[in-house]
């Protein structure tokens, strides 16, 4: 390589694309910090079952007789819920319970329901094929039942999956989350298992949260804490991952205290010092860039660490397109951002795809935002605000020669995962 250039290289679905720039340029890589993998992760598991928090008492599964609901994420999610899940069903058969007396919720909140080969992917072959699985869905009404209101005037219906069971255990893990700070403790109930309207409320509740990631105390992740406790997970099991996506650490016992017990590590792999003011951000979509729902957090947490009038060229591959039709269709109607606020407050269109469209309103109305997409018709990417770049290296040598020899480029290879502390 040429002396006094560097290269980059950020993930795009499931390869690496590269990229080289003056070295002067650059002002840094920032990625989650690299963290080994726990050695085993059933073994992980069990130990923190051995050791559960905020109960008052070790860990009981469940007891014979009981009808017993695992909660987990979906196919969205990074949680190797295969690993986790086998030490858990093992301790519920010596516990006496049998496989009919199990099932198994995927928590959709409002994403589209998984495939069949999703479903396998995410729980096992074996325990996908043994178990009752069902997967929630947020739209009907006639499987859901109200269980109170929040403090903040949230109406919270749930699965009645969840209030038939006998024993409920949850399976997640603490992660970035654009809307809550953080992902882990009660986000399997809300939005997990809840009401599309009961997620509407909470997350109008989200706008206040505007370039605040990684903050907790922010009305929404509040709101989603208060709503969980109307149900009450009797155990949750939520891991902390790494760069990698392995089990670092597992957290299991009450679902607040695993929250507040794994924060911290979660805070020490995620958050990254990255200096203020950078003219151009580079960032990947992943490891959340199956549709662009999802991969634009990768442009909310590089917006913080850009200047005004800077540039953010998001590189994601999204295989499954915009991440349904109402968001697509929403991100294609030219709208300010006021306009986004009252959709929210009317409840006119899905709350969730508003907040989204709010951020990006309001982030394209200081910066210029590119994108690099293959599963994605360009003229709707342009309609959406982002303008195309035919691969990685064109458009960092176009943003590059657009801010002059000065410019200060942060390049962010697993950008969803990865909150710049300034």
Not at 35 to 58: M, Y
């Amino acid at each position: 390589m040429p002396e006094g250039i560097c290269e980059c290289s950020l993930r795009y679905g499931g390869q690496s694309l590269t990229c080289r720039m003056p070295l002067p340029n650059l002002a840094g890589i920032f990625a989650p910090q690299p963290v080994p993998a726990c050695r085993d992760a059933a073994a992980e598991v069990q130990r923190a079952l051995s050791a559960p928090l905020g109960l008052a008492q070790p860990a009981e599964l469940a007891r014979a007789g009981e009808r017993v609901l695992i909660l987990v994420d979906d196919h969205t999610r990074a949680t190797p819920v295969a690993q986790i899940l086998p030490p858990i069903l093992t301790g519920l058969h010596d516990a006496g319970v049998p496989e009919r007396d199990i099932t198994i919720l995927i928590t959709h909140g409002t994403h589209r329901l998984s495939t069949a080969a999703e479903v396998q992917h995410k729980l096992g072959a074996d325990v996908a094929a043994r178990y009752r699985v069902v997967q929630h869905d947020c739209t009907d009404e006639s499987a859901q039942a109200y269980v109170g209101l929040t403090s903040r005037g949230t109406p919270v219906w749930v699965n009645r999956l969840v209030l038939e069971a006998d024993r409920r255990i949850g399976i997640g893990h603490i992660g970035p989350s654009p809307y809550a700070g953080y992902s882990g403790g009660g986000k399997l109930i809300l939005p997990g298992v809840a009401a599309l309207d009961t997620v509407n409320a909470n997350h109008s509740l989200v706008a206040a949260a505007f370039r605040r990631p990684g903050h907790v105390d922010v009305p929404c992740r509040q709101d989603i804490d208060e709503a969980a406790a109307l149900v009450r997970l009797d155990l949750v099991i939520d891991v902390v991952l790494n760069q990698e996506e392995a089990i670092v650490q597992a957290f299991a016992g009450a679902a607040e205290a695993v929250f507040q017990a794994g924060l911290p590590l979660a805070r020490q792999i995620n958050e990254v010092a990255c200096p203020a003011a950078l003219d151009i951000a580079i960032t990947s979509g992943a490891p959340y860039d199956i549709d662009l729902y999802q991969a634009v957090r990768a442009v909310e947490y590089a917006d913080t660490a850009v200047r005004p009038g800077g540039a953010i060229l998001l590189v994601a591959s999204c295989p499954d397109g915009a991440g349904g039709e109402d968001f697509r269709r929403l991100m294609m109607a030219s709208r300010p951002s006021d306009d986004y606020l009252r959709a929210v407050v009317r409840r006119s269109g899905a709350v969730t795809f508003s907040v989204l469209g709010y951020f990006l309103s309001r982030i394209k109305a200081e910066k210029r935002l590119y994108i690099l997409c293959d599963g994605i018709p360009p003229r709707e990417l342009e309609a959406m605000g982002f303008q195309c770049v035919p691969s990685l290296q064109a458009g960092v040598d176009a943003l590059l020669a657009a801010y002059g020899p000065q410019a200060r480029v942060g390049v962010f290879p697993l950008g969803s995962a990865t909150i710049p502390q300034l």
